[in-house]
């Protein structure tokens, strides 16, 4: 049997007629960062919540480290969380809040000082110990959020959004310091985020969220290169979707072909894959490479025009238009420029085209 | 970039308009107190000369510690049952729970019925034949006989707390409504119970709105005149007291601003403890 901290076994939850969570399922391994990822609104919190047990769900069960604690109130579940707004208390100081979790465990004055002067030292926050969280900077608040989470070693740490409240360095800064901690103490952890650069940056398997459900569970490579929804392709970063049939399947090269508008694309082969079936076809645009017009021709090469280009400062973004009804986005680093009306060549590299079998 | 006059012209429009406030402050503060602290250093009946017999007569009956004792007791002895009385009622309203705005209407309606009214009403309720006491000799084992509630100072407090109660609970509300609920959840995750929650962070972070609210209630109600003058009976505090100087024939004007002087500065004390718990840092 596998090994599992946390386990939503077909968890379902309502608000009225709203269903936030849909008979979802979700196993998250002793130790791992699990990062549920989706867009605002599908559901992200509430899950995390029915964890917390600060949601009780209509239907299914919660089980943390082996044990159904569906009915078991929140503050019996030994858990660590640090919220968007951070919370903190306003009315103790630095020290009182880490204190709090540890204060109402009854552990000795002593030995609380040790533990928390313990906790603010791994935050590097030990000389704020006397400053109210009004004193200290977002950055230095999130935190102390994070020490009071951890100070008592529960046995999962759960993070709501923690950097969205913060500045865009501060939050890459941060995902750093949140992962160390994490590695540092082998804690098994849930963090939410909308913010797919951030999952994939701290997670070591993200499971990417819509509308109520769980489109795709994996490692964040997975997740990247192997979408198998359209919804996790287009969530995780830009992509262009083309609709088209496969017209070939060649089992030696394990390639098959798919034609696009005219266009016969080759693309990696899989099993479910036969002549005849409608896909999905897709690539991110800073997969394709754009060449000049005197480039030989080849497999997965078009000819097209440069309808319009766009200067992003490290990329640009380019429209090529391939043929009367396909524009294509591409995206490229700043060296090879081209302007808007030049003939140009696409290529579109095999490894990087995806197809979706409908 | 001022021009030149402009400064001038600033003071002058400055001026207008605090015109009407000042105005106001003159003629409803200012004047009435100044005639009141007068009146009280004059012999009684009289135009001139300037005594103190009224202070001195008046502070050395023993009466007058009862009188201002019974003031104080009335008065905080509402605060604290109004406030003891809205935070469960608070807690209670803010989940929004089925009809809670009608909860609200309703804290509120001691409020919309006059004093007057109000306190002949509480006597009928609460009389040895009110429905309070059927309730009780009804329904209470042990209890065959009416309780006295009015006319006695337990009955006069829970008078005081159906009027004021309605401010307090309002601040309690909108204190408790005002707290951000991650920080409630913070706490019970980090293992606090309901009632750890309530102790360690509830109720530090609504203190001072309370506190606040309590004085400014505490300052109404040490002024309260309709529900003792009414429901009071022989226990009668310094507004009551001041009154019945009055009721004399002829009336004793002079002893009864040296009462409400001394009505006036035990509130301004009030006032400036109220001004120090405002000044506190509200977190
Ligand atoms: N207490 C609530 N009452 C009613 N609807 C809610 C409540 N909490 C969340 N919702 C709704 O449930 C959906 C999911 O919310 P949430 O879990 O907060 O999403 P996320 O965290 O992914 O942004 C949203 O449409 C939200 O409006
Ligand atoms: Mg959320």
Partial sequence: MPDYMIELRDVTKRYGDLVANDNVTLQIRRGELMTLLGPSGCGKTTALRCITGHNIPDEGRVFIDGEDVTDVPTY??????????????????VFGNVEFPLMIRRMNKAERREWVMDALRMIRMEEYEDHYPRQISGGQQQRVGLARALVYRPKVLLLDEPLSNLDAKLREEMRFEIRDLIDRLGITAVYVTHDQAEALALSDRVAVRNAGHIEQVGMPDEIYDLPQTRFVADFIGLSEFLAGTLSAVHTEERTATVAVDGLEIHVPATPEMAPGRKVLFFIRPNDIELLPASQESGINVFVGVVEKKTYLGDRSDYRVRVSEGLELRVQTDGKVRFEEGENVKVHLPIPHCRVIVE | ???????????????????????????????????????????????????????VTFLAEPRAREVILLTFVLSIGAVLCSVLLSIPLGLALRQKLRAHRFYRL???????????????????????????????????PFVNEPISINYTIPGLILFYTWLYFPFIAL?????????DPAIEEAADVAGANRWQVLRHVVIPLITPAILAGSVLTFMAAFGAFSIPLIAGGNHR????????????????????SARAM???????????????????PIT
């Avoid at chain 1, 019996?76 to 100081?93: C, I």
């Avoid at chain 2, 207008?16 to 200012?30: W, Y």
């Avoid at chain 2, 009505?263 to 001004?275: D, E, G, H, N, R």
């Fill in chain 2, 106 to 140: 309703t804290m509120i309606t001691p409020r919309v019925v006059p004093g007057l009214i109000g306190a002949l009403g509480l006597l009928l309720l609460f009389g040895s034949r009110g429905w309070v006491n059927l309730f009780l000799i009804r329904f209470v």
């Fill in chain 2, 262 to 280: 001394i009505m006036a500065v035990l509130q301004v004390i009030f006032l400036t403890i109220y001004m120090r718990v405002l000044r506190r």
């Fill in chain 2, 237 to 256: 505090p310094l507004s009551v007291e001041i009154y019945r100087q009055i009721d004399f024939t002829p009336a004793r004007w002079s002893a009864a």
């Fill in chain 1, 76 to 93: 019996k579940r030994e858990l660590g969380m640090v919220f968007q707004s951070f919370a903190l208390f306003p009315h103790m100081t």
């Fill in chain 2, 1 to 55: 970039m001022l021009k030149r006059g402009s400064k001038a012209r600033f003071i002058l429009i400055t001026l207008l308009l605090l015109s009407p406030g000042l105005l106001t402050f003159f003629l409803l503060f200012f004047y009435p107190m100044m005639v009141t602290l007068t009146r009280s250093l004059r012999p009684e009946g009289e135009q001139i000369g300037w005594t103190l017999e009224h202070y």
């Fill in chain 2, 171 to 179: 601040t309690t509300l909108a204190a408790l409504e005002g707290l």
